[in-house]
């Protein structure tokens, strides 16, 4: 494994990729083992704890803001592209082993040119406004909202972009929430129903039922798209 990534020129600056070794590791130590959390029940925390010591050998001690990107843009790259995971999923798995290496010190570079250092202050100021209005409920929000439209001066202007980003922030929480809970419902509805399927099956009564169902027609399609 190669601690420092390769480098290809440009007319104008050294552009940082990840080397073969590099992507070697990513796939192995990373992504295989990712795959495997994915799939592995309450080993699922066990290994993705396993992910993100991987990610620390890579990344090393003077690892870049652009190294660092291009690290996980790989890593979730190739969950969807060789493993296919959903690319949600693979975001949130990139999130968690972010979330792990943080608990243990270990933060995204901050990049040095003028342009990231803008970005940092930014951001900085949003993650403030974004505290003071962590419990403010997205309908308050909304209303101040609407108090602000009319408001001409900068301070007002201001105001209304940072409540406005906070309302959509909050909403998308809201809604990926709902998302979540929706997926696992089909996914226990399926569980459930093919249990049940399953079962009748192994006794003459249960496949005298199943015979039954097959004159409703509404019933039989529900069970072949749940058992699809």
């Not at 995971?85 to 975001?91: H, L, S």
């Not at 100021?125 to 505290?131: A, I, T, Y």
């Not at 097959?214 to 399609?221: D, F, G, P, S, Y």
Request: proline share 1%.
């Amino acid at each position: 494994m190669s601690k420092k990534s390769t480098a290809t020129a440009t007319s104008e600056k050294q552009v940082e990729v990840l080397s073969i070794q590099d992507k070697k590791f990513i796939d192995i130590e990373m992504v295989d083992v990712m795959a495997q959390a994915h799939s592995a029940g309450l080993k699922r925390s066990e290994l993705t704890f396993q992910v993100a010591n991987s990610t620390k050998k890579l990344i090393g001690k003077d690892c870049t803001k652009e190294r660092w990107e291009l690290i996980f843009a790989d890593f979730e790259n190739r969950l969807v592209n060789t493993k296919q995971i959903i690319p949600t999923t693979a975001r949130n798995y990139r999130v968690e082993v972010v979330a792990i290496l943080k608990a243990d010190g270990i933060a995204k570079p901050k990049g040095t040119s003028k342009t990231a250092k803008h970005e940092q202050d930014k951001k900085a100021k949003q993650d403030e406004v974004e505290k003071k209005l962590e419990h403010v409920s997205i309908e308050n929000l909304k209303t101040e909202l609407v108090q602000l439209s009319d408001k001409l001066d900068k301070d007002s202007k201001q105001r209304f972009k940072d409540i406005q980003s906070v309302v959509l922030k909050k909403a998308k929480a809201i809604q990926d929430e709902q998302d979540a809970k929706e997926t696992q419902d089909q996914k226990d509805f399926k569980s459930e129903y093919t249990t049940w399927f399953q079962g009748l099956l192994k006794t003459q009564e249960g496949k005298q039922e199943l015979v039954a169902l097959r004159l409703n027609k509404e019933v039989r399609a529900v069970v072949q798209k749940v058992l699809n």
